[in-house]
């Protein structure tokens, strides 16, 4: 059997793992962070993240779909929070009483790599670089000493500063860009309340205010995981010291900042100035062609396609790409340097098109959520979609509960779009035609024209 | 006095060296290949490149502007070489009996090397990485032994594939692109014909035809550097076989086919198609920000901004860096954090504009130079250029006959634009209400209106 080198034991590693141990090669993982399988608590921050229908594929391919759903927490709509902290306004993602299919999941890779292998995993070994002429992924040890693995596959799974990536990116002519967003991000947390859930759990709770938004999302402990999104100049002016924080918070997020409480919320902020830059997380985009080296190595996930948070749809686009692997390589029979340059002509354009969407889709959470016309929009393609269920898909739905292949759904989008606008442009002239029918009519019976 | 240490004996790194040697620092210079200063011949190829009105203010700054220009062969207008191979277009750069101040010179780092110093260069060191908290330079020098290299200053023009810049652009933010543009090149040569240059030498030749163009620059030694741009594709459908290469040169550059001759044409292209590729050098297109690292580190030159050819500006903006970088430390007072940041602030913007609009100027070297709205726009902007000699500076000038920085260059060029599209709009305006008069006059006249 072909032995594989995953670089990396995150979520997309982990699951690739998985993959590779169940199409019976001979699997080898390498991982720089120490071993969290067998561990009572595991230290850092868990992810909380948005499961959506092509992750839910990815995982029930190898049967943990169930699993890892029974450790979410079910969303069937958003809830956008107006600024008066009272008043709501709720925009489903399906048709009422429709299960959305997307789940918010509180979880870390521990999950996943208990569920792939025991064995074969390399804790505490890092990866350096490959060597594409010897097949060799070169890994060193928790002692420094440096390891030459041999493989037939190496995958990489090592994150957006991927050093399987960086290796080889000045070897062939390699189309890459990275870019960070001028928007950062502070996750906060919301207790639960007489150990009930302080807000409704199975929405997605949102609070855009232009240039800058609130989100949360429930956990399964009946906490939220609240996460503020904004230019790193607004954390710079407004939310500097604690006085300005509070201010900030309580004028553009009353009731979220009820809930926060104003201790957690400024101690989370940590307010000396010069360091609040730090505590600041940033946004990577980051895209690459192609996804491939030769016939011995391929990028999946942030290594190659690291987006911005906005669509949840890093975590599913990786999982994907272990479905997409995975299904490629059982049409070309195993044979690697086909299933390879297959995958990456496929994935590519894929990956491209939901990591601009991702970027679009910050503009829909900050502020355009609040729009009549984006709002209309909305309701026309959720009326649409109710009498053609399979031909009028509204895009989020698309995007986040069908398989089908991203640049597909921009086609479908740009088609939707064609009809509304003939429909816009059809209304105008028949209702002008029937205008100037009146007209003529009237003119007639009143006898200026014969 | 402060030290700085270069990456790269390179073009412009050997200009920079000039620049710090004059400016009485400390100057080690670090480079991979052998020396090559006292070597009678230079083994490997000279480079032919047109040098333009920023590159000669750069080195005219450190006393080497005569002695380079010598070197070359003055080019004052295009020669656009039609099909049938016997008619020509001659679109002058500047107005008549004006020097253009464009150059076209063969020859080599070494030219530079030799001002530069005789001392301080580390030939066969090559660049590795930086290590910003300790600020030094790593290189391995000719016995693989590592040398860490103390410094107050890097400037790194160690080119498009930079040590410097990848082992730094992990660690912050940096926002970073390469494309590798589906075009190549291969270089040939036109020898002189009876001792004398075989086309006329003080021109820009140029065959545009679409989507491929061929070019040709004089040398000092009447030879031609000829050039033959096209996509890959092209190079593989056309181009794969020695029949195939003699029908597409005979057919689109007749008179070029033949001074080059067939068996210099023949043996260039090396006619194995699965090699064919191989001998096409890729274009590549790379941009970032910002242009430096802390207070320590500085890209310049390729390194910062590696650009397709068409603009012939890829080295007259690596030269003008060098001067850039000169300006800001003298208006800094040599203090180095103040001018790395004032450097990038400035530059980065222009660096990315010249990247783009080299991209532009494939366009016009292909095919624009042919279309009549092009050639007229060319003609108005010189006739305006005389009269308002100062205002109306031609877009091309702009660029390669002045100092106006590139970002500049664009706004000027779109405040033209503006007008032009005025004046276009008034004189349909004016011709439309003098046509109505007319018709006004003539139906009172006949008595038509009262």
Redesign the interface.
């Known amino acids: 059997m072909p032995k594989v080198a995953i670089a990396g034991a995150g979520l997309v590693g982990a699951l690739n793992a998985c993959y590779f141990a169940q199409r019976g090669w001979d699997v080898e993982v390498y991982e720089y962070r120490r071993d969290i399988r067998t561990m009572e608590h595991v230290p850092g921050r868990s992810i909380n993240l948005a499961l959506s229908y092509r992750g839910k594929c990815a995982l029930e391919a190898i049967g943990l779909k169930d699993y890892i759903v029974s450790q979410g927490v079910e969303l069937h709509a958003r809830l956008v929070h107006n600024k008066d902290g009272k008043t709501f306004s709720r925009q489903p993602y399906g048709q009422p009483g429709e299960r959305s299919g997307n789940e918010s999941v509180q979880w870390t890779a521990r999950s996943l790599q208990r569920f792939s292998l025991m064995h074969g995993f390399f804790f505490e070994h890092k990866v350096k670089s490959i060597d594409l002429e010897k097949k060799e992924l070169i890994v060193v040890d928790e002692k420094e000493v440096e390891i030459r693995v041999k493989a037939d596959l190496v995958v990489a799974c090592d994150g957006a500063?991927s050093a399987v990536r960086?290796s080889l990116?000045?070897q062939t002519?390699?189309?890459?860009?990275?870019?960070?967003i001028e928007h950062g991000y502070i996750e906060l947390n919301i207790l639960p309340k007489n150990d009930e859930y302080a807000l409704e759990p199975n929405v997605f709770h949102l609070w855009p205010r232009g240039h800058f938004t609130l989100i949360a999302l429930a956990n399964r402990n009946k906490t939220f995981t609240v996460t503020i999104f904004a230019p790193f100049s607004e954390f710079e002016k407004k939310m500097s010291t604690p006085q300005d924080v509070e201010v900030f918070f309580r004028e553009n997020f009353p009731d979220a900042f009820e809930l926060l409480g104003r201790n957690h919320l400024l101690n989370t902020f940590r307010t000396v100035p010069p360091q609040l830059l730090i505590s600041v997380k940033?946004l990577l985009k980051l895209q690459c062609r192609p996804h491939h080296f030769g016939d011995f190595v391929l990028l999946t996930g942030d290594a190659a396609h690291a987006m911005v948070p906005f669509y949840g749809q890093g975590m599913n686009c990786g999982f994907e790409d272990c479905l997409v692997l995975s299904e490629t390589l059982d049409a070309c029979n195993d044979d690697i340097a086909k299933a390879l340059s297959m995958y990456s002509e496929k994935r590519v354009k894929d990956a491209h098109i939901i990591n601009d969407l991702a970027m679009y889709n910050y503009e829909e959470l900050k502020d355009l959520v609040n729009h009549p016309s984006y709002k209309l929009r909305k309701r026309l393609d959720l009326f649409l979609n109710r009498f053609f269920p399979k031909l009028w898909i509204p895009l989020y739905s698309m995007v986040s509960f069908t398989r089908i292949p991203y640049h597909k759904v921009i086609e479908n989008r740009k088609w939707q779009d064609g009809i509304l606008t003939k429909i816009k442009y059809s209304t105008v002239t028949v209702t002008t035609l029937a205008a100037l029918f009146c007209c003529v009519h009237f003119a007639r019976q009143r006898g200026m024209l014969n």
């Open positions: 500063h960086r990116s000045t002519k390699f189309d890459y860009s990275q870019e960070y940033s």
